[in-house]
């Protein structure tokens, strides 16, 4: 497998993340993990046992709560794309009944990655990305 797409649904206190070949296919459930370090290091394990060549991870830019997300993943080398919210929920439209949830979203975000059709949003000065380095703790 060469290239894998990691679509992640940012909440404030858990995340959600699909993953997808580059056909489309799910590979296993949706993952849902503690936005903490402890959380990402369990979504970094789950990404690696696919074993692809390329992993490219997808947030939505909504709120501040991506910003620790993407500086721990961004510090550990991932390719992060961050993508306005409007560019999935575009996609949405496509599919037939397809609801809003945290599982659904995730799978939208690795879709839009996939189809590589989004303009990346503009990332922070570094000061301010900087400021959000530790996670905050779930409770």
């Known amino acids: 497998m ?4 990691v679509g992640i649904d940012v909440g404030k206190r ?6 997808l070949d ?3 296919k799910q590979l296993g459930g949706s993952l ?11 979504l970094l394990q789950r990404v690696a046992s696919f074993g ?14 991506w910003l620790p997300l993407y500086t721990f993943l961004t510090a550990a080398g991932c390719t992060v794309k961050v993508i306005n ?17 945290d599982r659904k979203d995730s799978f939208l975000v690795a879709e839009v990655l996939r189809f590589g059709r989004f303009t990346e949003t503009k990332i922070p000065d570094e000061p301010l990305v900087k400021s959000t380095r530790t996670l905050p703790p779930t409770g």
């Open 32 to 42: 849902v993990f503690n936005n903490s370090p402890k959380g990402v290091e369990k």
């Open 22 to 24: 580059e056909t489309g």
């Open 52 to 65: 692809a060549s390329e992993v490219v991870y997808g947030l939505e830019a909504t709120g501040h709560y």
């Open 85 to 101: 919210p409007i560019q999935s929920d575009s996609l949405r439209n496509l599919y037939i009944r397809v609801t809003k949830n």
């Open 14 to 19: 858990k995340h959600e993340a699909s993953i």
């Open 2 to 5: 060469s290239v894998i797409y």
